[in-house]
């Protein structure tokens, strides 16, 4: 290892410049040696001044601990640097030599250990540890896009010699012979088709009958192909709906942004029943998982106008008897559902702040994912989802995992007090402050970091590669006899960091959290089919994200309603291995369908009769 790469990883770097230019002061005969030995003197106070600087925070805490600053709540039973020894060059020294060995040994272990394998892993029949199915969800998750819209043609061609400009006159018998040679030409093709559409008519009877045209809604020129490639592109591939139409209306004026906006508004309606369903059937699932994060929406930056019992009841009624989800009101059916903005904690009012949830849920072979976007947090929406879980009787006994970062807004609002639940935390969680603060100046911290890093390592590599096998007692004997001791030594250093740094630093609350939490990060030992983290739901939560640098906000609730319906649509599709086009055009095309059994068209279902060959409905 480089000495000098590890130096500049601890602002030594600043030191090697000083010496440096102490030899060019030595050897440049053209200054007296009184001003040259003065320099020298003063760069050498200079860098002994930056070493000692180095040091000034824990000196700080040093004197506030001595003065009696700190409260005395974190005082009592806690003396941080208590054995330490005072500070001099030779602790610098031997600090620097055990950080050192440290970034040694955590680079050593990344430079070994094997690369990730994205390849299907051969399961033996009836093994219930069918890791790879159960983590389809996760298949492929590093990619924030995974919704290819392309169709790919095959064309031949051949090219030959030109034998009039290119061939001498004098070649005797040249023979001739081909290779192959790919190139791949990409067009964005408008198709615009022309019916000639018969009318047959009896001018005796008055009889009519017009032929349909039965490959796209009424309403629209457009094919349920287009509305499904379209929407696949603006929430699956994060094209905001304005630079699409700009893309698209320079081949025809047809698409323009509101257009675009109600082709998306009609999938929105067409799914709507089967989002509900979705919701509800979280309440059946024996492990939930989820996050949030902030969102715009500027409709809900103002409370909502009140409305009266009577009148919401009545809006409820009349969506509920309305057979077209294209005249359904689902924004008040999804209020009914889920409810809207949720009171403050304190009693001071209703919350303010906008937040995008996912909800990951696993009933048997069915994956279950849910946006939805509020003025509520995941620990309101999980809330509800046990609420209803809490209705059901033979459901209060039966254990359901709950995994989550296990800051207090994601944990359930309000927590039923009649269900067997078990919380668990997530180890991506807890390594992140070691990784945040593994470049610090202090050599103490930069030696924790590295040394944690190390650990969490290992342990996501033990546990990758007994999934791989895919073996439920392979996970089990990896968990309990490698990550286990490994998760000690893990708990042992962050009790070290707990007595060495004062209570309340930043860097003391990334051990705070380990030791006071260790139960529910470790829970996943114990059980191999729960997973130790909660990354699954980060990574859903980072297509948000990156839609909201786009988009910077959405205007009304309605369209963000829209954009969690197919977000959920699009993303269960996913987790139950179903192609997302083939089943919007199904879904748009057997809608009235849809909205009365929703429950047979959801993309579970879906999969399940497309293998089976034997659909619910089918259009005519």
Known sequence: MNKNLVESK?????????????????????????IRSQIIELLRLIKEMSSVAKNQKKTAELLRQAMGLLPKKEREGKTPMQGDEPWSAEVEKKLRGKCLKAFENWKQYKAKRPPK?????????????????????????????????????????????????????DLINPSSSFDKRIRFNVNLTITEIEYNVETLRCPITGFSKTATVDDGPAKFRVTYNAIAQITLLVYGMGIPIVRLAASLGASRD????????????????????????IFEDLALCNTLSGDDTFNSVLEMRTDEEEISDEDFNKALYNSKQEPDPQKADFVVETKKLLGSQMPRKDGKGLKKSIFTTVVIGQKQNDHLILYHTERKSFGDILGKILANRELKPELRRVKCS?????????????????????????????????????????????????????????IADFDRDAKDTGVLQNIVNSRQQEQKPLWDEILQYAKEIQD???????????????????????????????????????????????????????VTKKGRLAYDIIRT????????????????????????????????????????????????????
Not at 256 to 267: F, M
Not at 432 to 441: A, E, K, L, Q
Not at 508 to 513: G, P
């Open 254 to 277: 047809y698409f323009n942004p509101s257009r675009i906006y109600r082709l998306c508004l009609h999938v929105a309606r067409a799914c709507a029943s089967v989002y509900q369903v």
């Open 569 to 620: 649509i699009l993303t269960t599709c996913r987790a139950n291995g179903v192609d997302a086009r083939e089943y919007l055009i199904y879904i748009m095309k057997n809608q009235i369908q849809v909205r009365q059994n929703p429950r047979y068209f959801t993309p579970y279902a879906y999969a399940k009769q497309k293998n089976n060959n034997s659909f619910y409905a089918v259009a005519n």
């Open 500 to 554: 060495q740094f004062a209570p309340n630093s930043d860097f003391a609350k990334s051990a705070d959290y380990i030791v006071n939490n260790f139960a529910k990060l470790t829970k996943y030992l114990s059980e191999p089919l729960l997973k130790p983290d909660n990354n699954h739901a980060e990574r859903l939560l980072r297509y948000e994200k990156i839609m909201l640098d786009n988009s910077k906000f959405r």
């Open 402 to 458: 709950i995994q989550s970062d296990l800051s207090s807004s994601n944990l359930p609002n309000p927590e039923p007090k009649h269900l067997n639940l078990e919380y668990l935390g997530c180890s991506a969680h807890a390594r992140r402050p070691f990784w945040r603060y593994r470049n610090d100046s202090d050599s103490d911290i930069m030696y924790y970091c590295y040394t944690m890093l190390l650990l969490f390592d290992k």
């Open 10 to 34: 601890t602002d030594l770097l600043t030191q090697s410049k000083i010496d440096h230019i102490c030899d060019i002061l030595s050897n440049d005969h053209d200054i007296s040696l009184a």
């Open 117 to 169: 394998k994205n390849k299907k892993v051969k399961v033996k029949k009836g093994d219930q540890a069918n890791t790879d199915k159960n983590d389809n969800a996760d298949s492929s998750s590093e990619s924030v896009f995974q919704y290819p819209s392309a169709d790919v043609n095959n064309e031949k061609k051949e090219t030959t010699v030109n034998r009039e400009k290119d061939v001498p006159n």
